[in-house]
């Protein structure tokens, strides 16, 4: 009897031991997967053109220049194109937070129709791809006069965001323990001064986390940018990108490996910092108090 419990414990174990292995494969054969275009780009962005126009191509650059940098900054308006994102991205992410907070407070802690509509527009909203949306926005912001404006496309971001960031701090809010809330309305205080004083102190990482996801969406977003945005002055910097293929499609792909490489950093630096805060803030509703 004790052999053949022993002996399907260790068939067990055994049986564990190898599912955790293939686990453990499998993440390390997504983990490559979404690592090789960042390391061809880092190696592009370094080779000289030589060695891009060679029919052996190494993964690590035999002579490294930063000749392509320099030649991107020199082919385009890098820097003023950075500052258009940075200014879109920012003032996005900053509208967004103070509209969604109150509304997140809300969805969170009333269970009311306009909890439940807003509940709604969350899903419902993630479910229209961009295509479909953007004649009647053009319109919208033709009408309004924000038609290749920074202000236009900032608006744009700041909708396009809200769903995200209220689902995300809603999370938030209702980790905080509501017997806070009950003994600041006991001391005098109303719903205003408790979100205020009482919430939003508790709800800085959530805040701080749904700012920077705002604002790297914001930052990575090209399509929106591209159809409202004309002038070269007031491009983004994924927009401008583009320049750097010729008429017949072919790519200048030196330069344009180190300008996608720049620009791709902060958004890793920013998700890098964020991620453990993403992750915290979709699981807190489950939080129990």
């Not at 080779?47 to 650059?61: D, N, Q, V």
């Not at 030649?71 to 900053?94: I, R, T």
Request: aromatic fraction near 10%.
């Amino acid at each position: 009897m004790n052999r053949g419990v022993s002996a399907r414990e260790s068939t067990g174990l055994r049986t564990g031991r190898a599912a955790r292995a293939g686990q453990y494969l499998a993440l390390l054969a997504y983990l490559v997967f979404l690592a090789f275009p960042f390391v061809w780009l880092i190696s592009t962005a370094f080779k000289p053109a030589r060695e891009l126009g060679s029919l052996h191509p190494t993964w690590i650059p035999e002579n490294p220049t930063l000749d392509n940098f320099r030649q991107a900054f020199d082919e385009q308006p890098l820097l003023q194109a950075a500052g258009n994102s940075l200014v879109a991205a920012v003032s996005a992410a900053l509208i967004a937070v103070v509209i969604a907070t109150p509304m997140a407070y809300v969805m969170a802690r009333h269970r009311g129709r306009l909890a439940t509509a807003a509940t709604g527009w969350v899903v419902v909203s993630q479910a229209f791809p961009f295509v479909l949306v953007i004649i009647p926005l053009f319109l919208i912001l033709k009408n309004l006069h924000l038609i290749n404006t920074l202000w236009g496309l900032i608006l744009v971001y700041v909708v396009w965001s809200l769903p995200f960031a209220l689902w995300m701090l809603a999370g938030y809010v209702r980790a905080v323990p509501t017997e806070l809330e009950e003994a600041a309305a006991v001391d005098g205080a109303g719903r205003v001064r408790t979100l205020v004083s009482v919430v939003a102190p508790l709800l800085a990482p959530g805040i701080v986390a749904t700012a920077l996801f705002a604002f790297i969406t914001a930052w990575n977003e090209f399509f929106f940018a591209l159809v409202l945005l004309k002038t070269p002055e007031k491009q983004t910097l994924p927009v401008v990108l583009t320049h750097f293929l010729g008429a017949e499609g072919v790519a200048d792909l030196g330069p344009l490996a180190a300008a996608a490489f720049l620009a791709t950093l902060p958004s890793l630096v920013l998700f890098a910092f964020i991620q453990r805060r993403i992750t915290g803030g979709m699981t807190a509703g489950a939080v129990k108090h």
